[in-house]
């Protein structure tokens, strides 16, 4: 059958008759790139910035076309009324935001989303971050630094030259280490080494968090698991509503399905499929090739041709 | 007054012209197309004008049957909808999907011997024939208030507290969760049942009078509900959030790729236009034997619209009981079979069987009625030894929903019963324990029916209004 491709509906609510005076408007008003791929963007968003606490996200939409993602909030300001966000250009949307400029807009966006990171008076916190988890890792630093816990940040990239937030992280906790996997930054080897070193010389260790990849999260788990550690670990399964409606989120823990945008994102470590999520998360790899695939040739012809862009 | 031409059950129930299943059943393009204004007229005339009319008793709000049957067999078309209006703000809608035959058409009485009045066929064609004619509702809001309101959730019962709060004159503002308002009515029901231009245009006429909806906006989280009436000034709120958390079977295999909940599974390709990716970007698999395990409404939904996607070759649903237990719509049941769906009944999923983390089948298991449980249906009894293995490669889950949590998260001081939905201190005004915050719809009841969450619109805004006028 002939596809049928349908101008874009919806969203009359915004179409047509004049935008409400509320209407939240979404503009970019920096944007970089920090480490080659990842992309810092601060956001105007006052009063979601109003909100905001560490540990949690909120899903974006660029355009009518576009796909509901969720994003970590890493940084809020509430005086200036900016998020700021860290993207990783892995596939089709996050790609496409990387090409925002500054002065865009972005249609939707809404949060604050999740249960906030608990923020007490633990003790020694060890904190792991991988990836963009790094990001999510910067405010809850600063707060639980600020709380009086001695709190030990592990970073953990391929190279040097991926690692996010190195002066941040630094500024926000009592202590860092890096560890890089060809040696160019901090020692040559994994988070997990680090960790194992910081178990030995530090007791006791009230409380570890990680955020990254899951392989980073379910190798720190194990870790931990031996010293029972309590450990909270933040998962970031597909989602679309971001509010609890259609289950797309859900994750096994404890042998009880939880819905991660609503009883999550973090939870106990320990209790966690992590299989499972994986599982989940490579659910739209053959699709996210081939939107990503027409993206960037729909690019390419652009560039060449110099065609106007999609509206 | 002029009577009605013929009356009585001489003239058969016409019944509307429809698409034929071969040309539909690959279109999105709705299924049922109608009346022409001759039929309804014909239609209308059977009704009896019964001075005790049982038929209002069957309509949740008590549209006022008799009445717009009559200007609609007198030609009034117009009349007929401000009619409706008085009680019904979403007459395409509701013509379209109450489950009529189980309320205003059950208690008609030409339905005792022959076959009841087509009330709600004819409900959509008045709101039909009046949105085409391009009518203004003629509503006139009363003077402002000075009184603000904040509604939650732009639901059929957010959306029905809202056009009449704003007609009361009362500033309304609507905060929804999604980035496009109108709740179930457009992520959950396909457009092959309810085109979505009938739901923009009547959240455009609650726009024109003066409601604000703000989208993007988590109620809960952006903003408490303490927030809200203290900070921001309004002085009164309806929590209309709808169903949430959607059920899973707690069989083996849910969580394998492929598994969906029928609110994702809709969802994608309703509000997210999956089937049309790549040109959208949310993507859906190209499935092709899809197994719906349930028997309401959204199983038929889900199934009927999986059916639609281009590489579907085979639909089934599985349900524990038999077709007469089927709660779902008698139309949508019969649409679904001419359209292709094969149902299964007396069978229910024990387990989903993977291969490589996706689907490959589902195992069901054999069930034969026994005594009546205490709903009156009779209870399915499994049959040991009569497992076997379906094929499929998607599975969707259609079992209904709880309650959506992330209201009731942030306020402490609301109560709620073990489920999650919020209690009423006051039924008959939609009344919370919480002063100032009232709630409807499926958040209080549970997941029921447009028609009831509308009907619960209506009460909580003549609470709404008493309560701010009252109040100083
Ligand atoms: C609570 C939460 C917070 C997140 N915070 C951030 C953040 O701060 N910065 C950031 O860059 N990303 C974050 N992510 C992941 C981000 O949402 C995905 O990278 C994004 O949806 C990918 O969309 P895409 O269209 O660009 O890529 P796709 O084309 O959809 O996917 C490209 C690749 O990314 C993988 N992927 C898809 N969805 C996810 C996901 N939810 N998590 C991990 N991998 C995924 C795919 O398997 C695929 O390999 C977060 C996810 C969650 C659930
Ligand atoms: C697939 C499907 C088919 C159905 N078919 C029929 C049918 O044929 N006939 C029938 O009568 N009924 C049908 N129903 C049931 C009917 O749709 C519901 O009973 C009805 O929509 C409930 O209305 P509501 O206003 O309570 O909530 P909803 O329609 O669920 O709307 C609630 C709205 O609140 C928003 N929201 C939630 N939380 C927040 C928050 N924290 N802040 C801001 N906004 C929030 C949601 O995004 C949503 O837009 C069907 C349901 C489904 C799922
Ligand atoms: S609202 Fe529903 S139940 Fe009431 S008259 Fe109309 S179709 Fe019948
Ligand atoms: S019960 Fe039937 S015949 Fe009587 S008024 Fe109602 S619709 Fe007409
Ligand atoms: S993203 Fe839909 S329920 Fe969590």
Known sequence: MARRVKPPRGRSTRSGTALPETSLVFNVVAKDERTPGVFRFVIQAPQIARKARPG?????????????????????????????????AVGKTSIEMSRLKSGQGILDIAGPLGRPTEIERFGTVVLVGGGFGIAALWPIARELTAAGNRTIALLGARSKNLLLLQEEIQAASSEVRVATNDGSAGTRG???????????????????????????????????????IPTRVSLNPIMIDGTGMCGACRVMVDGKMRFACVDGPEFDGHLVDFPGLENRLRGYLPEERKSREQFTRVEECRLEEATPPRS | MEQPPKKGNKIPRQSAPERAPEER????????????????????????????????????????????????????????????????????????????????EKHCVIGIKGEPLAIGKLERFVADYEREAGAEDGMQPAPPTGKKIAIIGAGPAGLTAAGD???????????????????????????????????????????????????????????????????????????????????????PGENLNGVYSANEFLTRVNLMHAWEFPEFDTPLHAHQAIAVIGGGNTALDAARTALRLPSARQVSIVYRRSSEEMPARHEEIRHAREEGVLFRFLERPVAILGENGWVKAVRCQKMQLGEPDASGR???????????????????????????????QDAKDLETDPEGHIELSDADIQMTSKPGVFAGGDIVTGAATVISAMGAGKKAARGIHDYVMRST
């Open chain 1, 190 to 228: 994994l988070v997990t080494d680090l960790l194992e070193q910081v178990i030995r010389e530090e007791s006791p260790v009230h409380r570890v968090i990680a955020i990254g990849p899951v392989v980073m999260m379910k190798a720190v788990c194990e870790l931990t698991r031996a010293s029972s």
């Open chain 2, 378 to 408: 009779r209870r399915p009894l499994p049959i040991p030894g009569s497992e076997f293995d379906l094929a499929a490669d998607a599975v969707v889950i259609a079992l209904g929903s709880g309650s959506n949590p992330l209201i009731a």
């Open chain 2, 165 to 251: 709060l704003a007609a009361l004159g009362h500033e309304v503002v609507i905060f929804e969760a999604l980035h496009q308002a109108g709740g179930v009515l457009f992520y959950g029901i396909p457009e092959f049942r309810l085109p979505r231009n009938i739901i923009e245009m009547e959240i455009d006429r609650l726009k024109k009078r003066g409601v604000t909806i703000q989208l993007d906006y988590v109620i809960g989280k952006i903003k408490s509900l303490d927030e809200l009436l203290t900070e921001d000034g309004f002085h009164a709120v309806f929590i209309a959030t709808g169903a949430g958390l959607p059920y899973f079977l707690g069989i």
């Open chain 2, 25 to 104: 059943k690959r279109s999105f393009d709705e299924v049922s197309l109608g009346y022409s204004p001759a039929m309804a007229m014909l239609e209308a005339s059977r009704c009896l004008q019964c001075k005790k009319p049982k038929c209002v008793l069957g309509c949740p709000v008590h549209v006022r049957i008799p009445e717009f049957i009559r200007q609609v067999a007198e030609g009034d078309f117009l009349d007929a909808a401000r009619t409706i209006r008085e009680t019904n703000a979403l007459p395409a809608v509701t013509g379209r999907v109450c489950p009529q035959e189980d309320q205003c």
């Open chain 1, 56 to 88: 949690q996200f909120v899903i974006l939409r660029l355009n009518e076309h576009g796909e509901r993602i969720p994003l970590t909030i890493a940084h809020h300001d509430e005086v200036r009324g900016t998020l700021t966000l860290f993207v990783q």
